[in-house]
Each structure stands twice: as C-alpha cells, then as structure tokens.
C-alpha cells in the first residue's frame, strides 16, 4: 500500500500511551501507529521525520468565539470563521467548538445554527463544530432540542448573568430538563448577574469607570454561588453540566466536592486565569482594557496555583481558550475600549468582555512545562472530544477511527522566543500575552493528513475551505451518574 504520509521517529504522546511510533496516514485517517523502525521501507507521497521531536492529537479547542454579532456590549466580535480558524490552525489546534449565539428577541434555536453554518461553511481552516447559545429557552426553543441532535448538536451553552443573555432559574431548570431527554450537555456560564449588577451600579455611582473596576465589579462571590447554584440544579435534574471558564479556586472547590459525591458535574478552564492577574487590568489609561474577560483573571500566584492543581487533579476536564476577540485601537470596527459620549474616557462597563486567545493556548500551557504530556493531550485535545461527541474521530490516535489531526513539536530543537502580535493570525490588534517568552510552537499541524502549518516552510500552508462541519454525537464522558430522587416524576 501507498500511504499518504508517515510521520517517523517521533515520540508519541496520547493522552494514555506515551512511546516511540511510527505513524502511516491514508485517506486523512490514521492507518498505522507501530513500534519504530516498523515502517522501514513503506512507501509514502510524504514522509516527516519527527527525530527529537514529540507527535500528539491535534488540539480541540471546545469554546471558541467567531463571527458574533454584538451581545456582550457594543462591538461585534473581530475573528470571523476564516480569520478564527487560520489562528486555530497556526497554533496547534485542528478542531474548533465555536457558538452558534441565539438573541433572545429570536425564539428559534434551529434558525440560528442555520445562520451560523452560513457564517462558517467554505470558510474554515480547521474542522468545525458549534454549540448553541440559547438565550431564550421560551417553548419553541425547548421543542428544537430533538432536532438539534438530529443536527449533530449535543451541547448548549447558558448563561446566569449579561442582560442580553441571562435565564432564570426556572428557565435554567427548562433548559437541563430537556437537555437530560436528549442527552445534550448544558455549558454553564457562572455568574451572579444581581451581584454584577449592584457592584457595577455602586461603583458608578462613585465614578469610578477605569477598566480595573471590571475585575471588582466581577468579584470571586458572584462564580461561587453561581457555580454553587448550577451544580445543584445538575443534582436536583440529574443531568450533565460543564463549567465554563472557572477562574476561582473556590469555585473549583464546589466542583470538586460535586464529583466526589458523584454527580456528573464537569468543567473548564482557560489560559487567562493561569496566566494573568487582575493587575493586567491596572494599568495606564485604558492599557488594562485588553485583560477584560469574564470572570476576570484573579488576585494572584495563589489562583494561577489552584486552578494548575484543578487541572492535574482532573477537577477541570479541559483547557480552552475562550477565544472572544475585539479589537483594541479601531474605532470604525468596534474598539475594545469603548468610548461613549457620556464617557468619554471611556467605563468599564462598556468594554467588551473577552480576550483572544486560541493560537496561544496550547503554547502557552506547554512552555509552561508544569502538566505532565498525557494530562497535557487529555485536558486540551482528547477530554473535549469526548464531552462533546467527538470521540475517537478527534483527539486520539487510533488507527481505522481517528482523523490524522497531529501536533507535532521539537522542544529540543526549537529556541525560546519573544511572543509578538505581529507572529499570530487573528485579526486583532493585540494579544494579551505580548512580551511572554515561550519555549514552544508547534512545528507542523496536520488535518486530516494534510500539514496545514509548516512553521519554518511556509507557516499557514492550509487552505480556506478544508475544515469541515463535524456532526457531534451524545458524550461519551457525561452522563447521568447518580439520580438524587425521581426526575421523572416532574
Ligand atoms: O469574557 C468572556 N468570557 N467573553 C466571552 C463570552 C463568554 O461569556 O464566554
Ligand atoms: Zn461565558
Ligand atoms: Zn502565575
Ligand atoms: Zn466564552
């Protein structure tokens, strides 16, 4: 047999198995993962050798924000699907997880995954899939949830704070008990909004608007109790939740306990909370505008700490980016700092919540050399393929299953470096880790057999158009777990 690449002499590293393989590729699937040497001989239209180097699953970035019309504040998101994922691609990353954003003024969830694929289709570097935002869970939306798995959707995200955005309890309860029917996994966004709300109206009533105050009017108290909150609605359904972004080691602690008794509650976590502070938010004039995210990055080592535990321990279940880019100094495309008339140097309130960041992810947690490799591939490329239905397609390696989506880095080869915007391909104007030394990148990324980036031949050698919708199935990590009285008597 003719193979369509071998990747030779690397060292292999899945998120069970760590080892010398050689790797044949054929019609975008892994065909072969043997001891090395064994392929000695095999013919190939291409051939890496991956001497010194270390092969992985290629990264599935499961939260992702692209092409989003304004819903957090005034500014529409700066990454749409081509310019989103061409950055996926040049860092590591073969799948992106990105939001299919419903307005609550649209009582359809099916009509927005429809515009969303519009938004996406022939325009993908990496392979894609979406989650819906659902915002109105009014009796139309609920009723679409069969037919949303039918769509290959298995998983919804909610919020318990933004305006634009927020559902109450009960509508949150609506939401998991459907979700729990149609085995969909509900991502919950965990925040207080009354607490956001009564600090916000506090501090403006003291005038005071610099960018920092986002960080106070976002405090630790407003994730706990919502974290709180949600892994109680999870028991009281019985059904799956995943946290997204958790920035408080509090918060994890709930979490924590929540999977110590059982129940099927999961999380994530993101670079921002183990890379920046709220001192990134305290600098001159609206410098600090660039960290703002929700929640926000927290106090100090002593966070960065506990969430790096979090994710060893397996409290977090992935690593994503939360990818929501605005640009910082455009004012025709919507600036990050956004200026008002009535605030005309500008109000916390009004910059929009986010940071990009999904070129950088796994470079980041890699040069930080702190998670072992396995528990490095688990938590930022296998676990989101299984929470999300992906799996073994994505983020294994198992041959005749898996898409050759491969990482591959030369950490011996390869010379630190200053990160510089300039180098990443967003469209975004600043990246929040301007500066850092990084010790890794990846060397090539190939989708589906294909290299797609070539960092010292070529750097983004993929094609507009090449990644594909993935129709997801139910998760293979979530489930019910344990039913704390009878569901099914509501
Ligand atoms: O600040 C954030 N995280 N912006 C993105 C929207 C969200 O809530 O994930
Ligand atoms: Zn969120
Ligand atoms: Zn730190
Ligand atoms: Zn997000």
Known sequence: AEYDLLVLNGLVVTDSETG??????????????????????????????AQGGMVMPGGVDAHVHLDEPPLF??????????????????????????????????PSLLACLEATHARA????????????????AGPKAISEFAALREAGISSLKIYMTYEALQLQDSEILDVLFEARKQKIVTMVHAENGAIID?????????????????ATS??????????????????????????VHVSSPAAAKHISDAQKKGLPVYAETCPQYLFLTRKDLDQPGFEGAKCVCSPPPREGEQDHEGIWRGLEDGTFTV???????????????????????????????????????????????????????QKFVEVTSTNAAKLYGLYPKKG??????????LTIWYPEGMKEFVLKNEMLHH???????????????????????????????????????????????????????????????F
């Open 121 to 136: 289709k022939d325009n993908c570097y990496s392979d894609y899939s979406f989650h819906l935002i659902c915002s109105n």
């Open 198 to 214: 009564w600090t916000i109206k506090r501090l403006e009533e003291k005038k005071l608007f610099a960018p920092k105050y986002h």
């Open 20 to 49: 010398e393989f050689d790797i044949a590729v054929k019609d975008g699937k892994i065909a072969k993962v043997v001891p090395r040497g064994s392929l000695a001989g095999e013919k190939s239209k291409k051939t890496i050798d």
């Open 319 to 373: 690593l994503s980016s939360d990818h929501c880019p605005f640009i910082y100094d455009d004012p025709e495309k919507g600036k990050k700092i956004v200026i008002t008339p009535e605030y005309p140097n500008g109000h916390f309130r009004y910059i929009p919540n986010g940071c990009p960041g999904v070129e950088t992810r796994l470079s980041l947690a890699l040069s930080a050399n702190r998670l072992k490799l």
């Open 73 to 106: 504040g005034k500014s529409a998101t700066a990454d749409n699907y081509e310019t989103g994922t061409r950055s996926a691609i040049a860092g590591g990353t073969t799948t992106v997880i990105t939001f299919a954003p419903q307005h609550k003024s649209e």
């Open 218 to 243: 976002h405090p630790p108290v407003a994730e706990i109790e919502a974290t709180y909150r949600a892994i109680s609605f999870s028991g009281f359904i019985d059904v799956p939740i995943l946290i």
């Open 396 to 405: 294994a390696l198992i041959p005749g299953e898996s898409d050759a989506d």
């Open 427 to 489: 469209n975004v104007d600043y990246t929040p880790y301007e500066g850092r030394t990084m010790k890794q990148w990846p060397r090539y990324t190939v989708l589906r057999g294909e290299v797609v980036w070539d960092k010292d031949n070529g750097g983004l050698v993929g094609k507009k158009g090449y990644g594909q919708f993935l129709k997801r199935d139910v998760s293979t990590l979530a489930g019910s777990k344990k039913a704390e009285w009878n569901v099914e008597d």
